[in-house]
């Protein structure tokens, strides 16, 4: 896999797409370099931006030919509302893109996510509709409001939703989900599983990705402040060949994904 050196451009607010429950996609004029599953660009808009760092976003969607693409937010501080408040017209600085994308090679993964978690896998539904298949996605919520961009998943992928409070889907965890379809036979032992989503959920779906002999990758949620390993603020605990003997990681440069057993959960 080639990747793209990283590139800092003012954009175009194409404009702001309400997805329910509080979260939007910012869709945004390109040109866009290649960007793939899970890789990540810091934004910030060109004027008036409250805070002193850009936020780091997932790439959600991305047009065929790159002309356009977009940002899964959720409004909760005064950066992201900064960037939610932003109109058709006005200005966003996007650098990327950057980090380490799912692997290649996995024609059917499995994928998990819990409320904005769900952002890394529109690109990879997309892909794999357009080859003729549909991708397996396992969403988990708080309520039906907290499933937001479900709706864009629905046309060109299997999807199984999961509520805590059971207004829709499987009342219960997206852990269930999945261990019911292992149970069932339709997820077997030796498949992947590609995770996003809050750092409790993970630790869960890792482990029963361990006890069912299945791969499994995480693509974390780690809040970072630069987005291209100088500042050191978004190290993880880690172990593995890829890393020496070296036991902490930086997750702009060596993630956002990693393989499960790399990192020292707790």
């Known amino acids: 896999m080639v990747f793209v050196r990283m590139q800092t451009q003012q954009h175009v607010v194409r404009r702001l797409r309400d997805l329910g429950g509080g979260s939007f996609a910012l869709e945004v004029d390109g040109p866009f370099a290649p960007t793939e599953a899970g890789q990540f660009f810091m934004l910030r808009t060109a004027e008036r931006w409250p805070v002193q760092l850009p936020r780091p976003l997932s790439i959600y969607d991305l047009a065929p030919d790159r002309s356009w693409g977009s940002f899964l937010i959720k409004p909760i501080g005064p950066g992201t509302r900064a960037l939610c408040d932003l109109r058709a017209g006005e200005g966003v600085v996007v650098t990327g893109p950057l980090g380490k994308p799912f692997p290649a090679g996995v024609e059917n993964p499995v994928c998990v996510a819990g409320g904005v978690g769900l952002a890394p896998f529109l690109l990879l539904a997309r892909r794999r509709h357009a080859a003729g ?58 498949e992947t599983v590609f995770c996003c989503g809050p750092d409790p959920m993970m630790h869960a779906v890792a482990k029963l990705c361990a006890a069912r002999g299945l791969h499994c990758y995480l693509s974390l949620e780690t809040y970072m402040a630069c987005g291209y390993g100088v500042c050191n603020g978004c190290t993880v605990a880690v172990r593995g060949e890829r890393f020496g003997e070296w036991p902490y990681s930086k997750t702009c440069v060596d993630g956002p994904v990693y393989a499960a057993h790399e990192l020292k959960m707790t």
């Open 133 to 190: 298949g549909r991708l397996r996605l396992l969403f988990g919520g708080r309520d039906r409001a907290s499933l937001a961009g479900i709706e864009d998943f629905e046309p060109i992928a299997d999807v199984h939703a999961s509520t805590d409070d059971g207004s829709r889907g499987h009342p219960g965890l997206v852990t269930d989900l999945l261990e019911g379809l292992c149970e069932r036979g339709l997820v077997a032992a030796g």
